[in-house]
């Protein structure tokens, strides 16, 4: 395997995705090869159905190509079982959604350990994980509550603790600040520019919003499934 | 979190929807209730049919010789001709501590007249006090007081004192073939009367004291034809009976001891057939329960789809998913059982201690020669509660699979982007 192999976050080849529903296909996304380094902050944007979240999905093992292949890390996702795709979820890719990313019943902070408890990581290591995440993104004391009980923006904050403290290759954001006011937006997007100076950690956003796209080191334009263009904003 | 956040997830999930949670529960400790009371008073009945034909008249086993069953015949009396010590016999048959009493009786059939009337009926010798401790007929007499030894007394079932249009202080005739081929008869006073509710027994039996009736049929005084043993709990009679022959034998030649399952086979089958049932009312009260369980799941369950989505997404396996509702299952399961024991405890032990009585509503039933009157009596049986919450467990998990099953294939992707 040539050395700058090692060096890749994601890397997609000719990845397509077509669905099929009855007699129409929509190819969602179309041929598209990109590869992310490690440590990059990068967005996916473009016009709604323009096939962001799909390659998002693709990137994260939770849709399946139709052609082409995906490489996260250095392990190739097309032809894994369920069960590795699973595992692959856990140990190396962190997900935050637009919304509802937490389990209700739940606390923050249990929230925030699931993914380290179902690797296996020691119950202290959890804590102080978590402890330190929650003290950089000014969620101390909020430790015990439960989803309901807090707003979106501190949701939206747990679910990005979550993505990080089980230490993936990288975290996929589709839209995580859609559904906030910009103080909330503004203050999420410092806590993961920090997290990805300061930490190293790999994010790749799907947005059509401009304060994510102004941040972002690489912007990856998409239209009818594929790579339109690709600007490097900062 | 515990290192499994399944147990905690599916607990806190039921938690939910209170009222659906207690629905839902209801329907389960319900299905507990009727399945322990119902089983609980079936064998409430069976006992009640055994102990009547065990210790009403009958004992729970019977000492004879081996020539009186089934004849009767007066000369077929234990140890032949010469009789036996029967204080002797009577020690050495109560040796066992599982014996509670024995007493002897006699048997002869005879006419009792009164007046005009006349009724064909079985003479029945008894040692009054012997009787009262072994059997229940004479326990209580609906008049009068029990024969006194030497004084021509006797006491017959309410039934035979109103054919023979007597009462208590009357004089009746007794007339029976005697063992010297003479004809013995003699002039006696009732004393008093009992019943049973057995037609057959308040028709048919006068009952003498032994030495009377011996005296009258010209018997010796070691010569009786049955010395009837009681135990304390009847399921043990065949056991008993085994210990008894042992302590006997040797003495007696030729006696036999048959417990009450030899003389009334068909209340041992039913009471065989009665407990067969009891796993169909299992059967059919769950199965109906489950139902109800599988379509609370499955509601529960289908409004979760994203949760299970989320869940999937950041790294469960499906098998992650289905252990989080199985434990859900698992928790309602526990909730209905902790429900059903609230709701059966009290009503079993008011029951088991303190039956409503419906004989105001039925009347007593004659049923496989015993008479059985209809309270709400109800057995404890630890074994069958142990497996009626084992049932209720199994109900609540197994109505959970396909609900969870279903919750583990939710396709995350699709579900995640239509919000
Ligand atoms: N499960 C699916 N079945 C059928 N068609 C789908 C499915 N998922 C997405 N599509 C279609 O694929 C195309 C790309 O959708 P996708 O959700 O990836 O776009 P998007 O860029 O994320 O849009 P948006 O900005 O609205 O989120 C759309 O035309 C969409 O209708
Ligand atoms: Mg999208």
Redesign the pocket.
């Known amino acids: 395997m040539p050395p700058e192999d090692t060096r890749r976050a994601v890397r997609t080849e000719n990845l397509s995705?077509i669905?099929?529903?009855e007699a129409e296909e929509?190819?969602?996304?179309r041929d598209v090869s990109l590869t992310i380094q490690p440590g990059e902050f990068a967005a996916?944007a473009?016009?709604?159905?323009?096939?962001?979240?799909?390659?998002?999905?693709l990137i994260g093992g939770l849709?399946r190509p139709t052609h082409g292949q995906v490489w996260v890390g250095d392990q190739e996702l097309s032809e894994l079982p369920n069960r590795a795709l699973a595992r692959l979820r856990l140990d190396q890719v962190g997900f935050v959604f637009q919304a509802y990313n937490l389990l209700p019943v739940l606390t923050a902070r249990e929230n925030a350990e699931f993914p380290m408890l179902l690797q296996g990581v020691s119950a202290p290591e959890r804590t102080r994980r978590v402890d330190e995440l929650f003290a950089r993104t000014g969620m101390e004391g909020l430790e015990d509550r439960r989803p309901g009980k807090l707003s979106g923006g501190q949701q939206q904050r747990v679910a990005v603790v979550r993505a990080v403290a089980s230490r993936p290759a990288l975290v996929l954001a589709?839209?995580p600040t859609a559904n906030l006011d910009s103080a909330s937006s503004d203050a999420l997007l410092d806590l993961m520019d920090d997290l990805n100076r300061e930490l190293g950690v790999t994010f790749v956003f799907?947005t059509?919003d401009a304060r994510v796209m102004d941040r972002c080191r690489r912007l990856v334009r998409?239209m009818d499934?594929g790579v339109d263009s690709e600007e490097t904003p900062a | 979190m515990s290192q499994s956040p399944w147990a905690r997830i599916g607990m806190r999930n039921l938690g939910r929807h209170p009222k659906r949670t207690l629905l839902t529960a209801m329907g389960l400790a319900v299905g507990f209730f009727a399945s322990v009371v119902l089983v609980g008073w079936s064998q409430g009945l069976v006992n009640q049919m055994v102990e009547n034909s065990t210790s009403l008249l009958g004992g729970q086993l019977e000492i004879h010789d081996a020539e009186f069953l089934p004849e009767r015949g007066l000369y077929d009396t234990i140890g032949g001709r010469d009789g036996v010590d029967l204080d002797q016999l009577l020690t050495r048959a109560t040796s066992d501590v599982r014996v509670v009493a024995a007493a002897p009786r006699v048997y002869a059939g005879g006419l009792v007249s009164s007046g005009n009337s006349t009724v064909a009926g079985m003479l029945m010798g008894v040692d009054p006090e012997g009787e009262v401790a072994l059997s229940r007929f004479l326990d209580v007499l609906t008049a009068g007081r029990l024969p006194r030894p030497g004084q021509n007394e006797l006491v017959v079932g309410t039934e035979m004192a109103r054919q023979l249009e007597t009462e208590i202080g009357g004089e009746l005739v007794v007339v029976a073939p005697a063992a010297d081929g003479s004809m013995g008869n003699d002039l006696f006073t009732l004393v008093g009367t009992y019943r049973t509710g057995l037609g057959e027994i308040d028709s048919a039996f006068a009952v003498l004291p032994v030495e009377d009736l011996q005296a009258l049929v010209v018997l010796s005084a070691g010569r009786v034809h049955e010395i009837a043993v009681s135990t304390q709990d009847p399921w043990v009679a065949e056991e008993v009976a085994v210990a008894v022959t042992t302590a006997v034998d040797g003495d007696v030649l030729e006696a036999e001891v048959v417990p009450w399952t030899e003389l009334n086979p068909a209340l041992v089958e039913y009471a065989r057939l009665a407990s067969s049932m009891y796993g169909v009312i299992l059967v059919i009260v769950f199965g109906l329960a489950m139902f109800g369980v599988a379509n609370t799941m499955l509601m529960a369950t289908y409004e979760r789809r994203r949760e299970f989505a989320v869940m999937l997404a950041v790294g469960t396996t499906p098998w992650g998913v289905v252990l989080s509702v199985l434990y859900e299952a698992l928790a309602l399961g526990l909730f209905a059982l902790v429900l059903g024991v609230v709701m059966t405890a009290p009503v079993m032990i008011w029951w088991h201690n303190a039956p409503p009585d419906l004989t105001g509503l039925v009347g007593e039933i004659e049923m496989m020669g015993s008479v059985v009157s209809l309270t709400m009596q109800v057995e404890y049986d630890v074994n069958f509660a142990v497996m009626t919450a084992a049932a209720l467990l199994a109900t609540a998990v197994v109505a959970a699979f396909y609900p969870a099953v279903r919750a583990s294939r939710v396709?995350p992707?699709?579900i995640l982007?239509g919000l």
């Open positions: 995705k669905y099929r529903q929509v190819q969602a996304v996916l473009g016009p709604s159905g323009s096939g962001k979240t799909t390659l998002l999905n849709t589709d839209e799907a059509h998409m499934g | 396709p992707a699709d982007s």
